[in-house]
Antibody, heavy 120, light 108 residues
Framework: QVQLQESGPGLVKPSETLSLTCTVS????????YTWIREPPGKGLQWIGY???????NYNPSLKGRVTISVDKSKNHFSLTLTSVTAADTAVYYC??????????????WGRGTLVAVSS | DIVLTQSPGTLSVSPGERATLSCRAS???????FAWYQQRPGQAPRLLIY???NRATGIPDRFSGSGSGTDFTLTISRLEPEDSAVYYC?????????FGQGTKVEIK
């Protein structure tokens, strides 16, 4: 069974860089969309972007070029980097992936989420 | 951007009754790339329905999805206490994937 687990700092200072990693277990990095989603406190889900296993990426334009998602096949994980963070970036961050049992670009596997607070 | 608008915002239903959730898109969405997710309190979202009407693995048959174009519906035919959650629609047919704002289902 595929499992995803987010890891990274729970607190980031304003103007600094948020970096999270999602470790994939129960399967290797292959032809899927490796995706990040976030949920600000009291709000709904926001799609951040994805990296396809080939390295092709697609990001939410609202993040204005601050986001990078990458896949590391050798470490079986994928990562999120968000630069120049502000309090508005405080959220629970989820990593997710599509599932062969469902359909491409449908998020069949999710991590449990990790809360990242932006504060000095 | 394809904006997904869900209604109602909150739905209060008695156990055993039917719940009908709506999701309207600002422009046509390919049925293949339309999905519903359930998020129980304190948990990550879980895939319920993909391709508009296909139940994900392990999802009970009291959950069903329908629709096309700009109007999609999630129906829970016989509500159970564990169905108390926020439900999100989502499209991934456009280059910018989007979620609806969510419908909260409460059990009376």
């Amino acid at each position: 069974q595929v499992q995803l687990q987010e890891s990274g700092p729970g607190l980031v200072k304003p103007s600094e860089t948020l970096s999270l990693t999602c470790t994939v277990s129960g399967g290797s990095i292959s032809s899927y969309y490796y995706t990040w989603i976030r949920e600000p406190p009291g709000k709904g889900l926001q799609w951040i972007g994805y990296a396809y296993y080939t390295g092709t990426t697609n990001y939410n334009p609202s993040l204005k070029g601050r986001v990078t998602i990458s896949v590391d096949k050798s470490k079986n994980h994928f990562s999120l980097t968000l630069t120049s963070v502000t309090a508005a970036d405080t959220a629970v961050y989820y990593c997710a992936r599509d599932s062969a049992a469902a359909a491409p670009r449908v998020l069949g596997y999710w991590g449990r989420g990790t809360l990242v607070a932006v504060s000095s | 951007d394809i904006v997904l608008t869900q209604s109602p915002g909150t739905l209060s239903v008695s156990p055993g009754e039917r719940a009908t959730l709506s999701c309207r898109a600002s422009q046509s969405v390919g049925s293949y790339y339309f999905a519903w997710y359930q998020q129980r309190p304190g948990q990550a979202p879980r895939l319920l329905i993909y391709g508009t009407s296909n139940r994900a693995t392990g999802i009970p048959d009291r959950f069903s999805g329908s629709g096309s174009g700009t109007d999609f519906t999630l129906t829970i035919s016989r509500l159970e206490p564990e169905d108390s959650a926020v439900y999100y629609c989502q499209q991934s047919g456009d280059s910018l994937w989007t979620f609806g704002q969510g419908t909260k289902v409460e059990i009376k």
